[in-house]
């Protein structure tokens, strides 16, 4: 497995962003991801029940479409709480993209993010689509993580490469922060590329996999953005023997059973490189949270379940009081006790043992000990800073 | 019903205070309460699993007996993570006091706020509780409500005296803070005397219904204490005509039904007492939230259930982000629609109405309108500031 701390197009993708007006400020704010052949698609959203107008499309098109092409982003503009006119700016967007691009409109993903309650400037967006196609290509990606920003303060990117017999297959995932707010809202986007050749329930469930590790398993604040949305592009570009899911090993035969385990062994091997790009992207969001200075990993062990230990995890690593002491570095152990007995779990004090490594350091951990099972769950988070609350309300 | 914005105790109650050491400072940081009569306890404690060693003592006390004597609350130490130890020290504590005053132990109620995970100095207890008990007296109260102090920087206080039949009766309650944190952790303490005659169902019904919509209606950093304590005491020495709650009322005999009624509007009365005694002390735990500038005030409208509305507002109240924008006076509305969406309620954006009213002012109300029934919920809150992050980032 070879890894880029890059972002390093696969085989059969281009990319290219351009400053369509939709920020006042001329930066780069509509970025476009393309497949030169039809993709199977994932995707995972955020679970606020108010979503913008981009999942809503997404949706659908996940829905009624099996083959993808490409992938709209801008910045500056969330379309969410917009009503029935943000949905038909939302279609139109990939209407006119689709058509320009002669594909079906269905094969579009959308995603925005920026601003709630604005009409997003379509008229804007139509005019910027011809050059945003002419000037797609595998270096475009250089401009498109930087086009995806709002107050991000660095690029989020990462590429894995790992061989399937003889083909090489990347995996290649850029991000935007979440946690960070303005305009006036946060919202993680990520979008993976990949050349693997992978069966569409076997891409979903190396999916779901490796969001459930790592993207689900940050909080800067607590707070859910309307728009969040991971998307993931498969166009077997690579040429590798088919990537599916083992169905149930039949042990009556073993020589069936061995075949089966090479194919299962290749998922397991895609699924390693996508979780590490997941993972270091979503660890990158959390280093570029707004005001923070620490880096906290917070690992509760000896859980009875893996839910159970991530719910305990979440309830310190949102505890406004925990976030502070961190800031602070004030060794402060009755707020992560407290921290856990707010999360509604029945334990006994003497049952849990804590351990802080030095505070004055920029990356710390906590373990936290229940003495009820086996299972861990890791979730990585910041300190709550005076930075955070001073950025978060002087933006206007 | 008149109202006093001080604590006037009601008869049969007496109190004191005094400097025990606990505190390094030398403040006053130990407190009694006392009834001249037995009197009928009905408490509240925080739904934090990890709780202090006093509340492992009252729920011990409150199953075992009905008439309490005195409540004895020190500041300074939480004496929570302390295991058996702990636990012992909190029972020695009731019994140096009952015995001193002459009483059975288990008439006795503690309440401790302060520091987790350090041991009570139960000898600097002991030692002070004979000057404690000689000093008590009506007037007690005024150094008892300040005894109970951890960063709070006012008395929350506040008394009302209405009359049934010709007797009067008087509700009388203080508190402190919480999210206020130092020294380690914010604890709500509030309790309320009354000189009432009042049936055991009725006072359990009457605090129910108030700390329903007052101290459980209050949130400044969405932090729960492992020793919030809500406690009232009522002696009956007011000698009214005694408070029960109404059986159902029986329209077969209307005489019958009207002399209930009678009972039941007094019932009625009290409950109004006693609402109003747990709103204002509430209220006021949120105007001294530690750093904050802003009094606010979220109601929440049309939804189909009080806890559905006060789900929403609860998620609006402890969202970083909207409390921030709150403090920046940043009229972002975006950040309150995320909140909603974020509390899991289906709901369209359509159906979604907000009105914030100006923000350069001290107090800031927020009505949302949800469009799906007839019920309403208020929760208080405060902004969320630098100076909070300061305060408590810089407390050892």
Chains 1, 2 share one sequence.
């Not at 995972?44 to 992938?71: D, E, S, V, W």
């Not at 960070?180 to 986007?189: D, E, G, V």
């Not at 925990?322 to 006790?337: L, Q, S, T």
Request: net charge positive.
């Amino acid at each position: 497995m070879k890894l880029y701390n890059k972002a390093i197009l696969p085989q059969g993708f281009k990319a290219n962003a351009i400053a369509s007006g939709i920020k006042g400020s001329g930066k780069l704010d509509l970025a476009l991801f393309y497949s030169d052949i039809g993709a199977s698609a994932s995707c995972r959203f955020t679970a606020n029940t108010i979503q913008g107008a981009p999942i809503m499309i997404n949706k659908k098109h996940l829905r009624a479409n099996r083959q993808f092409r490409g992938i709209l982003v801008n910045s500056g503009n969330a379309n969410c709480f917009t009503g029935e006119a943000g949905l038909k700016d939302a279609q139109e967007s990939a209407e006119s993209l689709a058509s320009a691009l002669r594909v079906d409109k269905k094969s579009i993903l959308l995603a925005s993010t920026g601003i709630i309650g604005r009409r997003l400037p379509i008229a804007k967006i139509k005019k910027a689509l011809p050059l945003l196609i002419k000037g797609l290509s595998k270096q475009g990606i250089d401009k498109a993580k930087r086009a995806i920003f709002t107050t991000d303060t660095f690029t989020k990117e990462f590429t894995v490469s790992f061989n399937i017999g003889k083909r090489s297959v990347t995996v290649c995932g850029i991000a935007k922060g979440a946690g960070m707010i303005a305009p006036n809202l946060a919202t993680m986007l990520a979008f993976i590329f990949t050349d693997a050749n992978i069966t569409q329930r076997a891409i979903d469930k190396a999916l779901g996999l490796s969001v459930g590790n790592s993207f689900n398993c940050i909080t800067v604040d607590g707070c859910m953005s309307t728009n969040d949305t991971v998307a993931i592009l498969a166009n077997g570009a690579a040429g590798n023997k088919t990537i599916d899911i083992n169905p149930a090993p039949s042990y009556s035969s073993r020589k069936l059973s061995r075949r089966r385990c090479g194919v299962y062994n290749n998922f397991n091997l895609f699924t390693r490189a996508l979780n590490r790009v997941s993972l270091e992207l979503a660890q990158l969001i959390v280093r570029d949270a707004e005001g923070a200075t620490k880096f906290i990993r917070i690992k509760v062990n000896k859980a009875k379940s893996f839910p159970e230990a991530k719910k305990v995890a979440l309830h310190i690593a949102n505890s406004s009081l925990f976030k502070v002491a961190m800031f602070g570095e004030n060794p402060n152990f009755g707020r992560i006790v407290s921290a856990v007995g707010a999360s509604g779990l029945r334990i006994k004090a003497e049952d849990l043992k804590i351990k802080v490594s030095p505070l004055n350091k920029k990356e710390i951990d906590v373990e936290v000990y229940l003495n009820r099972g086996d299972a861990s769950a890791i979730i990585y988070t910041s300190d709550l800073t005076p930075e955070y609350v001073k950025i978060n309300a002087e933006y206007n």
